[in-house]
């Protein structure tokens, strides 16, 4: 195999593949989703693709089928990202993998600043809720919302901002050569959040073959009859199919209807195909959004 570049030439296959794995995320390098894919694909050359949004990260595999999306799902804190839920269903892509990433945040600064000298932070919304007690600990900063954690560090760093602090992962105070104040500022210890990777169907059968699959994710509504929901779940019961979460959505123009996304675990392969063969007569427009390995 020859390798050049960003590229390598497959003999076997005749065609010229990437050679450097290039990975869509929300938010700019040293966010929370950098540091979950590199973590992720940890030991792998990776070439980040930032994006301001996650309809923007969808949009980028849609455009370029040999990139992988990595997108945030849901938040011990904070929930599911429902909207992600959508996106992940309308385009159509493959979950292939997930991550689980422990949240950590810490104030930053201008290498000259200190507490002396800075009398704003600037952060994601999401980030400041989280540091609330920290926060409410010193009244003298005032609170600004930004885009991004990790992009208010740039910017403090980009247009040096004296007197502003950013609050953002370490990771990312140290990339854009900024004074770590304090670390792990973050009002619950026990903050984690959990990430989809995600690719185009033809790429994510290849990366599959890969290893062994032991979760999926499925989306699928109901007729609105009674007991509709306690059927389904009552037959993955019976293959040994372990439920570990649930999300309900309404279908837009059709009231009262819901379409549920579901997580499983199995151990069994042969039991986890006969469980979706079971339930697909129950069910409206069952999708399985990917299989994959739990991590």
Known sequence: MCEWGFFKWNRAAKRIEPRMKRIAIQGELGSFH?????????????????????????????????????????NTIAGSLLHNYELLRDSRTAVVGEHKLHIEHCICCLPDDSWDTITEVHSHPVALMQCRAFLANHPELKAVEAEDTAGSAEMIQRLQCRGWAAICHADAARRYGLRVLENQIEDNKHNFTRFLVVSNPAKAESMRRQELTDKASLVFSLPHEEGSLSKVLTILSFYNINLTKIQSLPVIGHEWEYLFYVDVTYQNLTRYRQAIEAIKPLTKELTILGEYCER
């Open 34 to 74: 950098d540091i979950a894919a590199r973590q992720y694909f940890d030991g792998e050359q990776v070439q980040m693709v930032c994006c301001s949004t996650f309809e923007q990260v969808f949009e980028q595999i849609k455009r370029d089928p040999t990139v992988i999306g990595f997108t945030a799902i849901e």
